[in-house]
């Protein structure tokens, strides 16, 4: 559901209720609107991420995706390619890191709908193994 607040700003609810401001000013406090799209994308991946690596009984504790995006350059401003990088802290094997990210790409909706027409790129981990005196000096 979407309401219209005033102005550019609007009210998106999703599936569970959830309310998110959406403003396509500047100005005005709220979500872009385009920028949605990306972080759908790395959102749905980064959920079987963490899932599986869970399962897997590996020692996450945390995980940031750097998120890019291209577009076109006249209107309607259509996506050309969505770059994604995800930073994974804790102690990770390679293997169920790999496996992770590959089952998130077969699983996610979100990138299934973008592909073909999105080249979809960089998608993968990168480990940042922490000791436990480095993460006690944090």
């Not at 504790?61 to 291209?70: F, I, M, P, Q, T």
């Not at 006249?74 to 890191?97: C, Q, Y």
Request: glycine share 4%; hydrophobic share 45%; charged share 30%.
């Amino acid at each position: 559901r979407l309401v219209w607040r005033h102005g550019l700003l609007f009210e998106g609810e999703d599936s569970r209720r959830f309310r998110l401001a959406i403003s396509g000013d500047p100005e005005i406090e709220g979500a872009k609107p385009s920028d949605l799209l990306p972080l759908a994308l790395a959102s749905c991946l980064a959920y079987d991420v963490v899932i599986v690596l869970k399962k897997k009984r590996q020692e996450m504790r945390g995980l940031v995706a750097v998120v890019e995006s291209e577009q076109e350059d006249v209107a309607p401003l259509r996506f050309l390619r969505i770059t994604l990088r995800f930073e994974v802290t804790g102690a990770i094997e390679a293997a169920a890191a790999d496996r992770a990210l590959e089952l998130a790409e077969k699983n996610c909706p979100v990138l299934a709908s973008l592909s073909p027409s999105v080249d979809v790129v960089h998608l993968y981990l990168r480990r940042i193994e922490l000791t436990a005196d480095r993460a006690r000096s944090r």
